[in-house]
């Protein structure tokens, strides 16, 4: 298959979607997936000359012929198959997606936990003036492809309403599902959070798979809206198998005195891309993006954050840790822009890198782009493996070389971890980071 069929794919997939939601869904919700659909045609499939692309090969996306139907299998699979993935205690309340569609029998009842919890394809069938304000204002992709092809097949994935004031509310857990398919399959899911005036929400979405490694393609798009005086927690965990390409677009924008706290963990995939872009539009607001990527054999991750300041005394953070081992390649591009008007910004970023093998590589460039006088702004990148010293001082006590460098490289990542503010949610990683780099050696000591 050529990376020229890709798009004729996605056509056929339009064209049915247009068909069976005809006279279903609001006008203007119609007019937006119609403009999306006609800008994906439009706009070129990222390459080695798209600057934001340029260490980002996804020939093997464009390459695999992609079924348009995707079979929901949601009666095959039981509670009990996906308790693992869950979050079982009282503070938690999960909601389930399988192969891109909402499962109400896997999922748990919000109504009375204060946060509004509804699948898109439900909230678009009933939507309101807002919900359609919510839609239409969001960046529509226009020069990212993905997004495009998101937004022109508009139909499934959470939408979250926190009303105003509301705190102390349930953890909202989306749990995203993905089965074998008898053809490599694609979803789109569409995510939608609004957070209003004073209120609170913590939002952990999660990706796995379930099977074998058979190719299948997540595009994703998440948008949050922020009013003044909110604060929202968010941690994404993309667990994939090694036949995944995971494409996820986050866009924020954040009301004056609020804050949006992230953390990005990237545990598996064959190809993943993560791309966070926030909008300080009013003072006092903050932001702070963490995140954890690990890559093995010739798995590629590539996280790319932007964070544009566009009001007086605002606050950033962007602090990303990777983890490479075998051929694997790692690619990060964080880029802080201060306008002219945003005076007293202070922004501070940091990549740093461990890498495993020798033939592991990782692309780290940070950026600054600053059009005002008065802030505070730094940078930083580092790459290189376990110090060889180290090494040596766990060896000089009779460890082995590779419980060694697995205990070098579980505090390492740890540190990552340790910005996770959601303590389930920081166990459960650190039980994985110190399994994937300890388990096979620690009982091997002497």
């Not at 509670?79 to 503070?91: E, H, R, V």
């Not at 995140?291 to 602090?319: K, M, T």
Request: aromatic residues 8%.
């Amino acid at each position: 298959m050529q990376s020229s069929d890709f798009k004729k794919v996605f056509e056929l997939l339009l064209k049915e979607s247009d068909l069976a939601d005809h006279g279903q869904i609001p006008r203007e919700i119609a007019l937006f997936r119609q403009t999306n659909a006609k800008r994906f045609f439009e706009l070129e499939l990222p390459h080695r000359k798209t600057e934001t692309w340029r260490f980002t090969d996804i020939t093997p996306l464009t390459r695999t012929s992609f079924s348009t139907r995707l079979s929901v299998h949601d009666d095959l699979i039981s509670p009990q198959d996906i308790s693992g993935f869950l979050y079982q205690n009282g503070d938690f309340t999960n909601w389930v997606f399988v192969n891109g569609r909402w499962s109400s029998r896997l999922s748990q009842d919000t109504s009375c936990f204060g946060v509004q919890v509804s699948d898109l394809h439900t909230a678009i069938q009933n939507s309101n003036g807002m919900f359609a304000r919510h839609i239409l204002n969001a960046e529509n992709g226009t020069e990212n492809v993905f997004s495009a092809l998101n937004n022109a097949l508009l139909q499934d994935g959470v939408y979250i309403h926190v009303p105003r004031g509301t705190k102390n509310a349930s953890i909202v857990h989306v749990l995203f599902v993905t089965t074998d398919q008898e053809h490599p399959s694609a979803q789109h899911p569409h995510n939608i959070i609004n957070v209003e005036d004073g209120a609170e929400l913590t939002l952990i979405i999660s990706f796995v798979h379930m099977g074998k490694a058979t190719p299948h393609f997540s595009n994703v798009r998440t948008d949050f809206h922020i009013a003044n005086n909110a604060k929202v927690t968010y941690v994404k965990v993309i667990s994939d198998n090694n036949g995944g390409f995971h494409l996820d677009s986050s866009h924020v924008r954040i009301g004056a005195s609020s804050s949006f706290d992230a953390f990005s963990a990237t545990l598996s995939g064959k190809i993943v891309r993560n791309e966070t872009h926030v909008q300080l539009k009013a003072e006092n607001s903050t932001c702070s993006l963490n995140g954890l990527y690990l890559a093995a054999d010739e798995q590629l991750v590539d996280n790319f954050c932007s964070i544009r300041h566009g009001a007086p005394s605002c606050q950033s953070w962007i602090g990303y840790k990777g983890v490479l081992q075998d051929k694997s390649r790692g690619v990060f591009l964080g880029k802080i822009h201060v306008e002219r008007d945003a005076q007293k910004t202070d922004s501070k970023q940091l990549n740093n890198n461990l890498l495993l093998s020798d033939r592991a590589f990782v692309h780290t460039r940070p950026q600054l782009e600053i059009y005002a006088d008065d802030v505070k702004c730094t940078h930083g990148a580092t790459v290189g493996q376990p110090p060889d010293e180290l090494v040596f001082y766990f060896r000089s006590r009779g460890i082995s070389p590779e419980t060694a460098k697995g205990i070098l490289t579980y505090g390492f990542a740890k540190e990552a971890i340790d910005k996770v503010s959601c303590p389930a949610v920081q166990e459960r990683l650190e039980k994985y980071i110190l399994e994937r780099f300890l388990g096979k050696t620690m009982g091997k000591e002497e």
